[in-house]
């Protein structure tokens, strides 16, 4: 029995979507979806660019799970994930200039502007506590 990489892909990425989906964070999973999302919105919106990366299972996806606790947060939820709807995730990118593509990365939006990005390497060297501490301080500026 042969499986199609693409299936595989499918089958190993599935738990890492989930940890942000049972969250209440939204895929946009084609370049559409991100522009209806993201083109004229208004309010906040929290923008994850997941990864399969170690540092998005340890760090990131955690990280992002315990700011989202705070009472304070965006009013909107989205994720895309990286070298899996890489359409999707070039278009959500576009919205992140000037910073190059990074993943993962965590994108806060305000009435349609980046006010605050955590690129991969602020990822890399910090606990899911301190990317947490730093999106809540983010929300509680931006989000109220």
Same mark, same amino acid.
């Given at each position: ?13 599935? /738990? ?6 049972? $969250? ?35 760090? #990131?996806? /955690? ?10 947060? &965006? ?22 200039? &000037?910073? /190059? /593509? ?15 990005? $955590?690129? %991969?390497?602020?990822?890399?060297? %910090? ?8 999106? $809540? ?5 931006? #989000?109220?």
């Amino acid at each position: 029995m042969s499986m199609s990489f693409e299936a595989y892909m499918r089958d190993m990425v599935q /738990p890492m979507r989930d940890e942000l989906t049972r $969250i209440g964070v939204t895929e946009l999973r084609t370049p559409e979806e991100v522009s209806e999302a993201l083109d004229n919105m208004k309010g906040t919106a929290l923008i994850v660019v997941n990864s399969v990366c170690g540092c998005a299972a340890g760090q #990131c996806r /955690p990280g992002v799970a315990k700011a989202l606790q705070n009472e304070v947060k &965006p009013d909107h939820l989205y994720t895309v994930f990286a070298g899996q709807d890489k359409e999707a995730t070039a278009k959500a990118r576009e919205y992140f200039a &000037p910073y /190059p /593509p990074s993943s993962p990365s965590i994108a806060l939006m305000k009435d349609g502007q980046l006010v605050h990005f $955590i690129q %991969r390497h602020q990822v890399e060297d %910090r606990s899911a506590e301190m990317i947490a501490n730093d999106l $809540i301080g983010a929300f509680e500026t931006y #989000c109220k």
